[in-house]
């Protein structure tokens, strides 16, 4: 093989597999813009899953609160954020991984959501009901 071949072949590699959402993402404040936790992506069941490791803080706030707003059924509530699996059920569907739920922690709800892969970013957009909100989260690493 020609060598200029065989470096395109390999930087196209490089590229296609570096693009998965299984990996560490940093979940950005909407407010704000600076990064509020760490959230890690993985494989389970043969869907993805996500939980939580890493809170940032801020002055005042508890580093590792527990989730009191959680719904006293769910085996969640009263647990440590860290290390919670808040993010379960995605399901691959073209460039998209859809039919998932989110719990936000800090008022306990979970809504449907799908993420997607956008200019190196994870997009992740929460639904409920008909109304809907998108997050931006950063690569981690």
Not at 12 to 36: C, E, F, M, N, Y
Request: charged share 25%; net charge positive; proline share 6%.
């Amino acid at each position: 093989m020609h060598p200029i071949l065989f470096f395109i072949a390999l930087l196209v590699s490089a590229v296609s597999h570096g693009q998965t959402i299984l990996r560490k993402w940093k979940q950005v404040d909407d407010i704000t813009g600076k990064p509020r936790s760490i959230i890690e992506l993985y494989e389970k069941n043969g869907k993805v899953a996500g939980k939580i490791l890493e809170i940032m803080a801020l002055p005042g706030e508890d580093p590792n609160p527990v989730c009191t707003a959680c719904n006293p059924t769910d085996s969640r509530y009263k647990k440590p954020v860290i290390g919670m699996e808040i993010l379960n059920e995605l399901e691959k569907a073209g460039k998209e991984f859809i039919n998932g739920s989110i719990l936000d922690p800090e008022n306990g709800k979970i809504y449907r959501c799908k993420v997607w892969l956008e200019g190196g970013n994870l997009k992740l957009r929460g639904y409920w009901g008909v109304f809907y909100r998108t997050q931006t989260w950063l690569p981690a690493e």
